[in-house]
């Protein structure tokens, strides 16, 4: 399929989604934040027996802080737990592409696979009606990306799109392919996908998210991701970890993200990384804010307020009240 045929295939596919449940004028250009601070739990938190009491505790948390509650449905989570969760009544989000078998690649030479995972995505959630997604969509690769969870590994599925000449020797870690004519070609590709996509589903807002710098993944910094133009979710570990690979100030690329007016959502976790370790055996973090670590989360999250964000997804392994309470001891 032609790059021309990108948003074709695209109103083919929504052809057969669900009616429009929402009403929601999307931003070329900046996102207008400001509003009541809203706190979600990752659905990926909750796959345990007791996920309902820790919704719960969210809630009242959420409450006592003047909060609104929410959860983000993964590209993890199952039809039941989909099910399960949005018979709470509660404010979602979602984590494309939801229930899809490949990821997102607006980079791949050949569109096809990601304008049907936007199809299904933008049906869900209409029919759910939820209003964002957020979402990885540049790896150098032209090869399909399968989903993980739902019984498939991360590591195996991604395994399709390593390239050795583009990671750094015996891992996974991106070296600096950023200045390369095959990066500028895909990254093009990327920004005219977006800008279709955001003429195609105006009614729903398509967050592009900062990746975790491994299998050629392209979406790194701010000075890759702001000149398209498109609403951005700045993931804190990710870009913790982005920032000691290639020898940057983490808090210097978060306001470049910032400044923008871009930034619509943050996924706020803790990375316990260091310098102690070899770049080359980075991982990521998605640890409890209050964990031991080197970032300065509380400037981090003091820069996300002074620059209107409102939105803050807890993507945490072992999330609860302790982690809603850290946030908002930081916020005025």
């Not at 600096?176 to 195609?200: C, K, N, P, T």
Request: aromatic share 10%; proline share 3%.
């Amino acid at each position: 399929m032609s790059e021309k045929a990108f948003s074709g295939a695209i109103i083919n596919c929504c052809i057969i989604a669900s009616p429009v449940l929402c009403s929601w004028e999307y931003p070329m250009k900046k996102i207008n934040m400001r509003n009541k601070t809203r706190v979600e739990y990752t659905s990926v938190a909750l796959t345990g027996e007791n996920w309902r009491n820790l919704v719960d505790e969210g809630i009242v948390a959420c409450e006592q802080h003047g909060f609104e509650f929410g959860i983000q449905i993964h590209n993890t989570a199952t039809e039941t737990q989909i099910r399960e969760i949005s018979a709470l009544g509660l404010k979602m989000s979602f984590h494309a592409p939801v229930l899809d078998e490949f990821q997102i690649n607006l980079a791949s030479e050949d569109p096809a696979l990601s304008a049907m995972s936007f199809a299904r995505t933008a049906g869900l959630m209409r029919g759910l009606n939820v209003k964002e997604a957020v979402f990885h969509g540049f790896n150098m690769t032209d090869h399909a990306i399968p989903s993980f969870g739902r019984g498939r590994d991360y590591e195996v599925a991604f395994a399709a799109s390593l390239r050795e000449e583009l990671s750094m020797p015996g891992s996974t870690i991106c070296n600096d392919f950023f200045g390369s004519e095959e990066y500028r070609v895909r990254s093009l590709r990327v920004s005219q996908r977006l800008a279709e996509i955001r003429r195609d589903y105006s009614d729903l807002v398509f967050l592009l998210e900062n990746d975790f710098p491994a299998y050629g993944a392209g979406s790194v910094f701010a000075e890759h991701m702001v000149k398209m133009g498109n609403p951005i979710c700045v993931d804190s570990s990710h870009l913790w970890a982005s920032c000691f690979i290639f020898d940057r100030d983490f808090h210097a690329e978060t306001e470049a993200f910032l400044k923008s007016g871009l930034v619509g959502m943050v996924h706020l976790h803790a990375s316990v990384y260091t310098s102690a370790t070899p770049k080359a055996e980075w991982s990521d973090g998605h640890m409890p804010l209050n964990t031991e670590n080197r970032m300065e989360l509380p400037r981090f999250i003091r820069l996300c307020e002074k620059y209107g964000v409102s939105t803050f997804i807890l993507e945490i392994n072992g999330v609860g009240k302790a982690d809603i309470d850290y946030l908002a001891s930081y916020l005025q």
